[in-house]
């Protein structure tokens, strides 16, 4: 579709809401003060990595914890939800929807911290579907953004393996813990959805695992 090609008829997309959306090995829900302990065990290390290329640096205790989601139930850009392990009832990392712009039909998935036992598991993989179906099928936006530090090398590769396209550097465009951040950007479109979304429930069907939770196929094929 060209910059000069007309949209008769296009609506706004709506707005995301405090919903609950459920999957076959994880559930995401509006972030709650319940959820601090949970996360707090589950995404911070004594070594701070799992926050490195967040904006944020990682709370010191479940208290702090408790404030920040306390802060993030104020607001509804970002839309914070919690990811939520079926098997253990257990809260083991966060995403958010965020730049929320419905009469563009665009929005991001942003703030993306998944802990132990959801990183590089077919949970997390879930959680990326679940919020893609959310925003396409339910909602009706027309562009999906992943963005991140060009510098972070695994979320680039999550990023394509999940059917974004990378679209480019944006360079100097942070300054993020005193240092400079170039920032990689990559989108999924309407059009492209229908077939990612039979990738993923393809890949997301319990056959696709062996006995030890290992995928048969990967989600490219």
């Known amino acids: 579709?060209?910059?000069?090609?007309?949209?008769?008829?296009?609506?706004?997309?709506?707005?995301?809401?405090?919903?609950?959306?459920e999957g076959r090995y994880c559930r995401l829900e509006p972030v709650r003060p319940q959820h601090a302990e949970d996360l707090f065990e589950a995404t911070t290390?004594?070594?701070?990595?799992?926050?490195?290329?967040?904006?944020?640096?990682?709370?010191?205790?479940?208290?702090?914890?408790r404030q920040r989601i306390e802060a993030a139930m104020q607001?509804?850009?970002p839309l914070t939800f919690a990811v939520i392990d079926r098997a253990s009832g257990r809260a083991l990392g966060q995403q958010t929807l965020m730049r929320i712009e419905p009469k563009d039909g665009v929005i991001e998935i942003g703030g993306v911290l998944w802990g132990r036992?959801?990183?590089?598991?077919r949970l997390a993989t879930e959680a990326l579907y679940l919020?893609?179906?959310?925003?396409?099928?339910?909602?009706?936006?027309?562009?999906?953004?992943?963005k991140c530090n060009n510098g972070n090398e695994a979320s680039k590769?999550?990023?394509?393996?999940?059917?974004f396209t990378h679209e480019g550097i944006f360079r100097q465009h942070m300054i993020v813990k005193g240092q400079n951040r170039d920032t990689a950007w990559f989108s999924m479109l309407d059009g492209e959805w229908p077939e990612m979304r039979k990738r993923f429930e393809t890949w997301l069907e319990p056959a696709n695992f062996d006995a030890e939770g290992r995928q048969v196929r990967k989600l490219g094929q």
Do not use: I, N
């Open 75 to 77: 607001k509804s850009d």
């Open 131 to 146: 919020f893609a179906h959310y925003v396409f099928d339910d909602l009706g936006y027309r562009r999906f953004e992943w």
């Open 157 to 163: 590769r999550a990023a394509q393996r999940f059917g």
């Open 1 to 21: 579709m060209s910059a000069s090609t007309p949209l008769s008829g296009l609506h706004a997309a709506a707005l995301p809401e405090r919903v609950t959306l």
């Open 45 to 65: 290390d004594d070594d701070g990595s799992r926050y490195r290329w967040l904006l944020s640096e990682p709370p010191v205790s479940v208290a702090e914890m």
């Open 117 to 121: 036992g959801a990183a590089r598991t």
